[in-house]
């Protein structure tokens, strides 16, 4: 029988896997491929904003094999410790940030919510990210070629305009959820976010990250915390 510890470190290897797919999408739709290899992703060039340079997939990865694949040299550089135990202060890192994985099981939270939707276009996309960016305008972070039967970018109306949104990508076994924001009650958000995700895919648990309060409206919505992680920032 699988004990409830090693079933929780599957689902955060699973999480871990769906994240770093979208983290490599991202880099290739702006030109910076990244590459799989035994325990990690990673990508030798610096990534877009807000991306990693590296994600840890497995808890057996090594740390000094992790940060030989990447650009330390450039500002900026970053991994994602998936499963919070790497050390990477001695090679010239520092804590950004820590938070906690989560899984959902299958199904549409009960009740109703605001309705949501994947967007329909590519000229859709500078609204949905300047709505994400809290009105600043768009920088083109998210290219129209993210947009594919298997990744999403979901969105909430009122009066014409996006008032909420995530990101919903599928893997084989998970879809994951991130870039979840509102201008209204992040649990609200979760839900209709969750009952287009659930129309989508049915049958497929849904993962993500989240930290302080974004996580208390997650496990408000169904999802339970399954693990840690921690992202390093290079400072040299």
């Known amino acids: 029988m699988i004990s409830e510890s090693e079933s929780k470190s599957e689902w955060v290897r699973a999480a871990a896997r769906n994240n770093a797919e979208w983290c490599d999408a991202v880099c290739r739709a702006h030109g910076v491929p990244g590459e799989f290899g ?7 060039r610096r990534t877009p904003p807000l991306y990693p340079d590296a994600v840890s997939l497995t808890p057996e990865a090594s740390a000094a094999d992790l940060v030989a694949r990447i650009d330390t040299a450039s500002p900026g550089c970053s991994v994602k410790d998936s499963f919070a135990c790497l050390d990477l202060e001695p090679l010239g ?25 994947p967007l ?3 000229e859709s996309l500078p609204a ?32 014409g305009r996006i008032v909420a949104g995530a990101v919903a990508n599928r893997a084989a076994s998970v879809v994951g959820v991130s870039n979840l924001f509102t201008s209204a009650d992040e649990e609200s958000a979760w839900a209709g976010c969750l009952a287009e995700v659930a129309r989508l895919w ?22 339970t915390p399954i693990g840690s992680l921690r992202v390093w920032l290079h400072t040299g």
């Open 202 to 223: 049915p049958g497929l648990p849904v993962v993500g990250y989240e930290s302080g309060e974004s996580l208390a409206a997650a496990v408000g919505q169904g999802f």
């Open 93 to 117: 890192f520092e804590v950004l940030f820590e938070a906690r994985w989560i899984r959902r099981e299958v199904g549409a939270p009960a009740g109703a919510h605001l309705g949501w939707e």
């Open 128 to 159: 949905w990210e300047t709505a994400w960016n809290d009105g600043d305008a768009s920088t083109g972070l998210f290219r129209p070629g993210l947009l594919c039967d298997d990744t999403k970018f979901l969105a909430a109306y009122a009066e």
């Open 120 to 122: 329909k276009s590519a």
């Open 38 to 44: 035994a325990g990690v992703w990673s990508s030798a």
